[in-house]
Structures are given as C-alpha cells and as structure tokens.
T-cell receptor, first 113, second 114 residues
Framework: AQKITQTQPGMFVQEKEAVTLDCTYDTSDPSYGLFWYKQPSSGEMIFLIYQGSYDQQNATEGRYSLNFQKARKSANLVISASQLGDSAMYFC??????????FGKGTMLLVSP | DGGITQSPKYLFRKEGQNVTLSCEQNLNHDAMYWYRQDPGQGLRLIYYSQIVNDFQKGDIAEGYSVSREKKESFPLTVTSAQKNPTAFYLCASSISTSGDYGYTFGSGTRLTVV
C-alpha cells in the first residue's frame, strides 16, 4: 500500500519569499511517480509538477521545483518568489505501478503582502 | 478545449433521496475516477474505471454507485445508504492508471444534505 504524509497543516510566507512544503511517501514499489497539485478556494485541482522515481534530476516548472530525496523518501515542493495568487491548498500525491493516485491531507499556504 | 465538466456545481439533497453527479470528459482518456474531499481529510477514492463497462471500488465505495456506459461519461450516484454525503466531490481522468500519468480534474460538485 502507498502512503503520503504532509505534516504541515498550514504555512505562512511573505510575498516574494521562497517556501518549502513537505511531503514524505512510503511504497515498496521501485517504480512510482510523485505529483503536486494546487487547489485554490474555487475547488479545482491544478497540476503543478511531476517527478518519476527513476529521474536523475529534480523536476522544475517555472517557480516550482521538487526537491526529491529518494533515500529519505521525501518530495518537497519549493515555491520561489511567492505571489499572493499562490495562496491555496497544496496536495502531494503518488502513484506506484498501476495503482490509483494516493493523496496526502494537504497543506494550506497563505501568502501575505 | 479539452477538459472535464462536472455538473452541477452546487447540489442540495433531502435526506433519503438518491442524487446523481455528472462527469463528462472530452480528453479521450481511458481511466476515470471519483474522489470525495472533506475538510482535513484530503482526497479519498470512491470508485474508478479503467475501461468502458468496467469499474472498481475505491477506499470508500459504500453508499455510492457508478456506471461507465460511454468512454466520455462516468456518473456517480450518491444513494440514501450513504450516511454522511455532505462533501465536495471531484471527478478526474487520466490516459491510464499507470503511475507515469497524472490526473486531470473537473471543478467539483459541492453536495449538501438538507
């Protein structure tokens, strides 16, 4: 079985600063994918970034990067230069083999001016 | 533009009534999913379907039913057997259930039992 743990229920950051959202995972499958999604107050889930278990380099997408530490089973999301529009709920998720996506409980990020 | 459409956005139901949530996709994805979201609980899988006319129970299938008669459509029925149906429901689709593919989500339906 797969498990995703997000230990930060809420995070605060000032505009233009960087912030790291933590995610640890557990799986016995050697092949897996890690995802981050953003959920604004409107409710839709927006895909941010993906990291495959065999990828050698950390994934980056614009201001988002994924700090992948395989030995520690962590996949932290780093948002650089935070913006007010980054205020939202953030979910880490994992899919291993042919299993469905398993989600963490999420971290609420608030960006202040 | 391709995407997933969920309707309605808000739904009110009286206790004891069945209600059906609609989910339609035009992405030509084979796999479709229904998740339930409660505050502080994250997303929990209700049902998923990998191909037409086939579906599997997720972690919290009790009190729910689905059908997959067309590739594009995966409606969810919340039955009167669901003890606590008030929640936010998200539909998603993916090319397959292989781990390399993320999901595309609809905008959700907020169901309230009155």
């Amino acid at each position: 079985a797969q498990k995703i743990t997000q230990t930060q229920p809420g995070m605060f950051v000032q505009e233009k600063e960087a912030v790291t959202l933590d995610c640890t995972y557990d799986t016995s499958d050697p092949s897996y994918g890690l995802f981050w999604y953003k959920q604004p107050s409107s409710g839709e889930m927006i895909f941010l970034i993906y990291q495959g278990s065999y990828d050698q380099q950390n994934a980056t997408e614009g201001r988002y990067s994924l700090n992948f530490q395989k030995a520690r089973k962590s996949a932290n999301l780093v948002i650089s230069a935070s913006q007010l529009g980054d205020s939202a709920m953030y979910f880490c998720a994992m899919s291993a083999g042919y299993s469905t996506l398993t989600f963490g409980k999420g971290t609420m990020l608030l960006v202040s001016p | 533009d391709g995407g997933i459409t969920q309707s309605p956005k808000y739904l009110f139901r009286k206790e004891g009534q069945n209600v059906t949530l609609s989910c339609e996709q035009n992405l030509n994805h084979d796999a479709m999913y229904w998740y339930r979201q409660d505050p502080g609980q994250g997303l929990r899988l209700i049902y998923y379907s990998q191909i037409v006319n086939d579906f599997q129970k997720g972690d919290i299938a009790e009190g729910y039913s689905v059908s997959r008669e067309k590739k594009e459509s995966f409606p969810l029925t919340v039955t009167s057997a669901q003890k606590n149906p008030t929640a936010f429901y998200l539909c998603a689709s993916s090319i397959s259930t292989s781990g390399d593919y993320g999901y595309t989500f609809g905008s959700g339906t907020r169901l309230t039992v009155v």
